[in-house]
């Protein structure tokens, strides 16, 4: 018994200082492999950020880049909006000025529309009471539009030239139309033929009779039945019925029936 114990610790013995190289040697690599292992992965670790900070340079370049582009078209962008306000600026400047002279001539011409206008009346109101109606609406049109603060200086004087224009225009013309006149006391729709500014005739609607206005007296006066003939071809002209020929009317004299 006390053989076979002696001989059991002799080989445990043997065991365990066979087993202690090895030990030995793998407790050696360990500690060679694990600052190897460390120093390949500290490598790694680095080589990532270099790679992340890489790209992070190459990312933040382009931005830079980008936003260096950005930055010249701003300013090309700031330069031609500095040269378009100093233009509407100079623009502004001259509308001043032009608004400033415009309302000086406009309180010089407005006095002088104002005579014009007042011609204009004159003018329609001497001679024969021809298109009363026709005029009257023009007159009155024109003074609305001369009251229109809207409507500018040039405007109201064209529209006025016109209207004394279209008066003027009555004195070299002749035309037929139908009206109401006082005959007899009477209210009487006849032919009416104006001969220019200052003559006016008129035909009963059965031609058997006429007579003129006698401006001063201010009332409409029989002819003679001789007048008849030479006036119903007036109006045969005057109305395009008929070609144009002499006839002798009675103008520019009183003639009593």
């Known amino acids: 018994m006390v053989f076979f114990r002696s001989f059991f610790s002799s080989l445990l013995c043997l065991m365990l200082l066979s087993a202690l190289p090895q030990a030995r040697a793998t407790q050696t690599q360990q500690r060679v492999e694990k600052p190897l292992r460390q120093a390949v992965d500290?490598?790694?670790s680095a080589q990532k950020t270099v790679d992340a900070w890489r790209d992070d340079r190459e990312r933040l370049t382009a931005q830079y880049e980008l936003l260096e582009e950005e930055i010249k078209q701003l300013q090309e962008r700031h330069d031609d909006l500095k040269v378009a306000v100093e233009a509407t600026q100079e623009r502004l400047t001259s509308k001043k000025d032009q608004l400033q002279e415009i309302a000086r001539i406009t309180g010089e011409i407005t006095p002088f529309l104002d005579q014009l206008f007042q011609q204009l009346i004159e003018v329609s109101r001497s001679g024969p009471p021809f298109l009363q109606s026709e005029r009257q609406q023009r007159q009155e049109k024109l003074q609305a539009m001369i009251n229109d603060p809207s409507i500018s200086v040039g405007e109201k004087y064209r529209r006025l030239?016109?209207?004394?224009l279209v008066e003027a225009e009555y004195g070299?013309?002749?035309e037929v139309y139908q009206d109401h006149i006082e005959l007899g006391g009477q209210p009487t729709l006849v032919d009416v033929f104006r001969f220019g500014r200052l003559n006016l005739f008129y035909l009963t609607l059965d031609q058997a009779?006429?007579?003129f206005f006698n401006?001063?007296?201010q009332k409409w006066q029989a002819l003679e039945p001789s007048a008849l003939r030479p006036l119903k071809s007036a109006v045969a002209m005057a109305a395009k019925r008929q070609p144009v020929e002499l006839?002798?009317?009675p103008i520019g004299r009183m003639v009593q029936p």
């Open 42 to 44: 500290t490598r790694q």
């Open 161 to 164: 030239m016109e209207g004394l």
């Open 172 to 174: 070299t013309t002749t």
């Open 209 to 211: 009779s006429c007579g």
């Open 215 to 217: 401006e001063a007296d």
């Open 247 to 249: 006839v002798s009317l």
